[in-house]
């Protein structure tokens, strides 16, 4: 099921990415691969692997709010600008947040949603 807005709590090893409307909420975890080599730069690899996976995730989700530490936040904000420019307009918004649950995560995100929307003249889909 795919639905109009979503929300995004990533860190550098994981991200939970939740569907919601109005009565409903869809959950998915992407995880990093714990593979390391000794060569050069595989951090940046296995890190540009996992930001890809999250991007997928986010294929075909009109409107995502993305949530986390500021050095995650900056870090996949950096790789969609560079690596995946499409999801740029997808992405409404940055807040950086805490490890909240996930029922506060969904709360946060409506209520981002809801103003976002009114700003944006946009109606919100039911």
Do not use: N
């Amino acid at each position: 099921m795919t639905m109009f807005h979503a929300v995004v709590q990533i860190d550098h090893h994981t991200a939970q990415l939740l569907q919601f409307d109005a009565e409903h909420v869809e959950a998915q975890k992407v995880k990093s691969s714990s593979r390391h080599t000794r060569q050069h730069g595989s951090d940046v690899r296995t890190e540009h692997e996992f930001f890809a996976l999250v991007c997928d995730a986010m294929t075909g989700i009109p409107e995502v709010l993305v949530t986390g530490s500021r050095t995650a936040q900056a870090d996949f904000r950096h790789y969609v600008e560079r690596h995946r420019a499409a999801l740029v307009p997808h992405i409404v918004g940055y807040e950086t947040v805490d490890h909240p649950t996930e029922a506060q995560l969904v709360a946060m995100a409506r209520k981002y949603f809801l103003k976002h929307d009114r700003m944006a003249g946009t109606p919100t889909p039911s």
